[in-house]
């Protein structure tokens, strides 16, 4: 499983990739793996806001329906139309064409308590 | 792995879809030994058998097996169940786990009120491991294995025999997927040479190993019913759409409430649903139709067959029509389906 050393994480299994003030979001490694064959998400609008902490979209596998939780707060600046309609990219290429969502931050401040790769790596272990 | 029943099961081995598709298109090896068996025997045994169960085991011979249920007074379901027919004095029964222990203890009840002391009714679970081998290439991965010609096992037919030359098993011609295939009763202890056996012959045949997952979603497109879904206590065989399973013409416990239930109709009826929207419909979830509830979803998935979420629900009667359009509420918004008659796949 890979966890990759320039993205950010949370404890509900997303990962973040921070680029100025442009956050891309999406589920981690361990995330689809949990979930196994996904059939369906539900992204927020374009434009729309986000809370940190709050549920900005729905993931749903054959064996289960998870919410997503945003890792930070601002407004959707673009949204990852394609996996909708292919929705199985999320387990075949969670940290590239699978991204969900592209946030303008609102409050840099907010990214410090984000965990890095190998904190991530370490909660997991300790939650499996 | 998830526990189940006082058990440790598999919930998928390389992922529910991957394992479904191999089942519809090749093969799956299940391992389902948390099955209940309990057994029938003696010289009335057929009487109890037929008083216990709303199928009728005289309508087929020995070495055939029937689906059938096993009802309370009220029509409420017990269990549902397969009867193995043996002979007229011997008869297995095969029960859900999760109702093995209840199931014995309501035979037992019937046993001691209807006076059948001289039948022996003897819980038989820990004498047999059960693989499941199904799906369309099943045949060909038994035919090296088995001491006798698979395909010659007719539906819900069994065959007792040896697999692999000095394993002893029961082979029947049954399953729980909608795909051709065997159930496989055996010795706990032979299981895992009987799993590798089948697991290597299968190879060739693209053969996945399958779990729960999978099994879930398999019934769900035949629209088979599960226990604790459409099936229970307060659910009747009439109102969950197994009518077929019962028969009239002879005497069983409950046969008074549901002979009325088939005069009179039913207070609900069990329905499929195939989304029109995008979604995927779970157990609970509402369903509306003209801006009012008329049921609940009972069990649902995304069908990796159809590549479309389904569901089976109660709906009141009068909401029960074929190609009507209902929404189902998930998560607070109203997603589109149509109701439509089972199963799901292969029509």
Known sequence: MEFPKDLKYTKEHEWVKVEGKIATIGITDYAQDSLGDVVYVELPQEGGSVTKHEPFGVVESVKAVSDLYSPVSGSVAEVNDAIIDSPEAINEDPYGDAWMVKVEISSQSELDDLLTADEYQKFIEEEK | ?347
């Open chain 2, 1 to 347: 792995m998830v526990p189940f029943a006082g058990w440790e099961m598999p919930v998928q081995y390389t992922g529910v879809k991957e394992e479904h598709l191999a089942v519809r298109a090749s093969c799956g090896l299940f391992d389902v030994s948390h099955m209940g068996e309990i057994e029938v025997s003696g010289d009335r045994a057929i009487d109890l058998v037929q008083l216990l169960i709303t199928n009728d085991i005289e309508r087929v011979s020995d070495g055939q097996c029937q689906y059938a249920l096993l009802c309370r007074d009220s029509g409420g379901v017990v269990d549902d169940l397969i009867v193995y027919r043996f002979n007229m004095d011997r008869f297995l029964f095969v029960v859900n786990a999760s109702n093995a222990g209840k199931v014995l203890d309501w035979m037992r009840e019937v046993q001691a009120r209807e006076d059948f002391s001289d039948v022996d009714i003897e819980d038989q679970g820990g004498q047999y491991a059960q693989l499941a081998l199904q799906g369309p290439a099943s045949r060909e991965v038994l035919r090296p294995l088995l001491d006798a010609d698979p395909a010659g096992i007719g539906h819900f037919r069994f065959h007792i025999g040896l697999i692999g030359g000095d394993i002893e098993a029961i082979v029947s011609r049954t399953g729980y997927t909608g795909a051709d295939g065997f159930e496989i009763y055996l010795a706990p202890q032979d299981a895992e040479a009987a799993w590798k056996l089948i697991t290597d012959a299968g190879s060739a045949h693209g053969l996945r190993p399958a779990g729960l997952g999978a099994r879930d979603t398999l019934r769900l497109e035949m629209g088979y019913p599960l226990y604790g879904h459409e099936l229970g206590e307060d659910i009747t065989p009439m109102e969950a759409g197994l009518r077929k399973y019962v028969r009239f013409t002879k005497d069983f416990i409950g046969r008074e409430v549901l002979e009325r239930q088939a005069r009179e109709g039913c207070g609900r009826t069990l329905v499929g649903i195939r989304m029109i929207e995008p979604g995927v419909p779970r157990q609970g979830y509402e369903i509306h139709a003209g801006g009012e509830k008329v049921g609940e979803v009972t069990s649902g998935t995304f069908s990796p067959s159809l590549n479309v979420g389904i569901a089976m629900g109660f709906v009141t009667p009068g909401a029960a029509k074929n190609g009507a359009e209902v929404s189902i509420a998930i998560r607070g918004r109203a997603a589109r389906a149509e109701m439509t008659t089972l199963p799901f796949y292969g029509k």
